[in-house]
């Protein structure tokens, strides 16, 4: 069983590569001023791109712009680049490979920057090793926000902030530290939204709304034990596996972090647990049956990534650390029975899954335990096996 799972998951794993890669309703903008509606492969663009592919609606075919061809693209979840030919300076921000230059030293580029806010005073980005931000008024080729670490005389970590000084220049908001503006996206996005609501903080956007989803699940799993004892003849013990249904509900908090990329979650969920086992000898008593009836509370606790696509369509990846409770359980030996004691045993999960809407679709792969009895140890049970969960609100 192990071995299928690692088998599908070798498969599976490329997938969240692949969903960004779906081509997605665009628009383009031309070298010319001309703009129509296009579909876009979404490949990530962890790092500014400086081409991109499109496809023809009609015909399917697929063909690369770049930075001579188009002067701006966007997709319909709000994602857009825009090309502007401006001096760019790169710093270093790996601690081994800063200098002691506290200056800039930029040099004109023709680059996509990424849009993060649009106004009086827009705010851009672009990433290549560090991530830089430029701002300038509408309708102006804007200017990057210098910034920069370097060490000093003293081989003393220092940084220059310039950047605070031009915001200063720029944002004329009563109130406004610009000494404890940081030289990040939420920091500066905040800042300059604030700025083109006239000075008073929008809410929707600068208070991502936090999202608790509640989920009803079905599960269907295979599970098979192992265990051992003292005596040789029930050594090595191995129960196939066996069909377990489990039901329960799931409540994930959905962090306001990275396009609510990231979540955490507790799934209770109640299962009974029946398996068995038989070793035959050629001699009395002939055979050892061990068997094994458990109920369980399971309650998994952990995180999941989502990897967005084509609107509210996610492949996701999740890990649990997940404690089972025993409720009444036995093992049996022959026709001697042993309580399997209450409490918990800590185990763990992984998944991947499937979003659309309000369904998901995920496959699981676990490993638990129980208890040990007097003369039973080590019992283990490891088990595959796909989760259906439906969001009720």
């Known amino acids: 069983m192990k071995k299928i799972f690692i ?3 070798t498969m599976l794993l490329p997938l969240p590569l692949v969903a960004q890669m779906f081509f997605e309703n665009a628009y383009v903008i031309d070298s ?4 129509r509606h296009v579909q876009i492969k979404n490949e990530g663009w962890i790092e500014n791109p400086t081409t991109i592919i499109i496809k023809d609606e009609s015909t399917g075919k697929e063909s690369a712009l770049g930075l001579t061809e188009i002067d701006e693209f966007g997709l319909e979840n709000g994602i857009s680049f825009r090309k502007f030919t401006l ?3 790169h710093y270093e921000d790996d601690l081994n490979k800063i200098d002691s230059n506290p200056d800039f030293s930029p040099q004109t580029q023709t680059v996509f920057l990424k849009q993060l ?8 980005s672009y990433h290549r090793g ?3 931000f430029f701002i300038g008024k509408n309708g102006e080729t804007p200017t990057q926000l210098w910034y920069k670490r370097y060490y000093n005389s003293n081989n003393d970590l220092q940084k220059n902030r310039t950047y605070q000084t031009q915001l200063s220049q720029l944002i004329n908001c009563p109130n406004t530290s610009f000494n404890n503006i940081d030289y990040k996206t939420d920091s500066l996005t905040k800042l300059v939204m604030t700025f083109n609501n006239g000075c008073v903080e929008p809410e929707q956007s600068m208070k991502t709304k936090t999202k608790i989803r509640v989920h009803i699940l079905a599960e269907g799993h295979m599970i098979s034990t192992t265990a051992n004892a003292n005596e040789y003849y029930l050594d090595n013990i191995e129960m196939d596996p066996k069909q377990v249904a489990k039901i329960g509900i799931e409540l994930e908090y959905v962090l306001p972090i990275l396009s609510n990329s990231f979540s955490v979650f507790t799934a209770p969920k109640y299962y009974r647990y029946k398996n068995d086992f038989v070793r035959e000898y050629s001699v ?6 061990v068997a094994i009836d458990a ?3 399971e309650i998994p606790v952990g995180f999941r990534y989502y990897n967005y696509f084509n609107g509210g369509n996610a492949l996701f990846l999740s890990f649990a650390y997940v404690l089972n409770n025993t409720l009444k359980s036995t093992m049996q030996v022959n026709a001697l029975e042993y309580d399997l004691a209450a409490g918990g045993v800590g185990s763990f999960h992984v998944g991947l899954g499937y979003r659309y809407r309000k369904f998901m679709a995920e496959m699981q792969y676990e490993r638990s335990g129980f ?3 007097k003369r039973i140890r080590n019992i283990r049970s490891t088990g595959f096996g796909v989760s259906l969960k439906y969001n009720m609100f």
Do not use: E, M
């Open 7 to 9: 088998f599908l998951v």
């Open 32 to 35: 010319w001023g001309n703009r």
């Open 87 to 89: 001096p760019v300076a």
């Open 117 to 124: 806010t649009s106004g009086a005073v827009s705010l851009y």
């Open 130 to 132: 560090t991530t830089k």
């Open 284 to 289: 009395d008593p002939h055979t050892q049956t």
């Open 295 to 297: 109920s369980i509370l």
């Open 371 to 373: 208890q040990s009895t």
